[in-house]
């Protein structure tokens, strides 16, 4: 403990003398901050958590009970590691060099950090893929006006939001892919729905259904619906009866900051048992929706 607290010490002495030495301090703990965070969530981590709880346990035990044996292989173990961590890490380090060698591995753009910020990602680099693929899509975003009647007349999902999952619902030949996918947040609610058509007489006949279908929700309701032509590919947004057309990933992405909110939680109130029996029994069809 006494060799614990005079390296501190002296550590701290050396700093004082030398600032410069803050600098080699900051650089090195980014670099190891680096690689911690390339190696979470991967059985790496569950080994360097291994080791270095062997060794802090070993250091602790061979100081407090004076364990000379121990604190020696110890202290000869440490040129081993340094040979083994790399063996051991190989396929992490691996991938840290890919992705620093390609051209936009450090340029990369930020991970969007808040709920938010991930749905509007996921939902613009969609609706830009399926215009690069020539697919259609309606993608409903709710906001404050719960969605239920709209989700009843689809298939039920409830499921993580991801561009995998909805690149598969509207794939053509898919089941649901003519219907609208609806999203509440970082969820999908249903897939497969039945949106009410505009009747404002400006939408026309120079609009296809799928874009009188975006008009009209958002007239009924205060969400938002992105829409991808079949026939063009191109993107648009509905907003309170209003289309803004012609959108790339960089233009819907900034639409969708600034107008999106995530809807409230909504709270779940528990269900007594005596207001069930009070209830009228729901259909096989209800059931199943």
Same mark, same amino acid.
């Given at each position: 403990?006494?060799?614990?607290?005079?390296?501190?010490?002296?550590?701290?002495?050396?700093?004082?003398?030398?600032?410069?030495?803050?600098?080699?301090?900051?650089?090195?703990?980014?670099?190891?901050?680096?690689?911690?965070?390339?190696?979470?969530?991967?059985?790496?981590?569950?080994?360097?958590?291994?080791?270095?709880?062997?060794?802090?346990?070993?250091?602790?035990?061979?100081?407090?009970?004076?364990?000379?044996?121990?604190?020696?292989?110890?202290?000869?173990?440490?040129?081993?590691?340094?040979?083994?961590?790399?063996?051991?890490?190989?396929?992490?380090?691996?991938?840290?060099?890919?992705?620093?060698?390609?051209?936009?591995?450090?340029?990369?753009?930020?991970?969007?950090?808040?709920?938010?910020? +991930?749905?509007?990602?996921?939902?613009?680099?969609?609706?830009?893929?399926?215009?690069?693929?020539?697919?259609?899509?309606?993608?409903?975003?709710?906001?404050?006006?719960?969605?239920?009647?709209?989700?009843?007349?689809?298939?039920?999902?409830?499921?993580?939001?991801?561009?995998?999952?909805?690149?598969?619902?509207?794939?053509?030949?898919?089941?649901?892919?003519?219907?609208?996918?609806?999203?509440?947040?970082?969820?999908?609610?249903?897939?497969?729905?039945?949106?009410?058509?505009?009747?404002?007489?400006?939408?026309?006949? %120079?609009?296809?259904?799928? %874009?009188?279908?975006?008009?009209?929700?958002?007239? +009924?309701?205060?969400?938002?619906?992105?829409?991808?032509?079949?026939?063009?590919?191109?993107?648009?947004?509905?907003?309170?009866?209003?289309?803004? +057309?012609?959108?790339?990933?960089?233009?819907?992405?900034?639409?969708?900051?600034?107008?999106?909110?995530?809807?409230?939680?909504?709270?779940?109130?528990?269900?007594?048992?005596?207001?069930?029996?009070?209830?009228?029994?729901?259909?096989?069809?209800?059931?199943?929706?």
């Amino acid at each position: 403990m006494n060799e614990l607290v005079y390296f501190a010490v002296s550590a701290l002495m050396r700093l004082q003398a030398e600032p410069k030495n803050l600098v080699d301090i900051a650089i090195v703990a980014a670099a190891v901050y680096a690689l911690l965070s390339l190696i979470q969530g991967t059985t790496a981590m569950a080994i360097l958590r291994g080791i270095v709880i062997v060794y802090l346990g070993g250091a602790i035990l061979g100081n407090v009970f004076g364990l000379t044996m121990v604190s020696w292989v110890l202290r000869n173990s440490l040129p081993a590691l340094i040979v083994i961590v790399p063996i051991l890490f190989a396929p992490e380090l691996r991938s840290a060099l890919e992705q620093l060698g390609r051209s936009r591995g450090v340029l990369r753009r930020a991970t969007p950090t808040t709920a938010t910020e +991930r749905t509007i990602d996921v939902v613009a680099r969609t609706a830009s893929r399926l215009s690069e693929l020539g697919w259609g899509a309606l993608m409903v975003l709710e906001r404050e006006t719960g969605l239920g009647e709209y989700v009843e007349t689809g298939t039920r999902i409830d499921a993580a939001l991801s561009q995998d999952l909805l690149l598969n619902i509207f794939f053509p030949h898919a089941p649901l892919h003519d219907g609208a996918v609806m999203l509440r947040g970082e969820r999908i609610l249903a897939a497969g729905c039945l949106l009410p058509l505009s009747e404002a007489p400006a939408t026309g006949g %120079h609009l296809g259904t799928r %874009h009188r279908a975006a008009i009209g929700i958002t007239e +009924r309701t205060d969400a938002l619906c992105v829409v991808v032509s079949e026939e063009t590919g191109h993107v648009s947004i509905a907003n309170n009866g209003r289309m803004v +057309r012609n959108l790339d990933e960089e233009k819907l992405r900034k639409v969708l900051q600034v107008i999106y909110r995530p809807p409230p939680r909504r709270t779940q109130w528990p269900r007594l048992p005596f207001v069930d029996r009070l209830l009228p029994p729901r259909s096989e069809a209800q059931r199943h929706a």
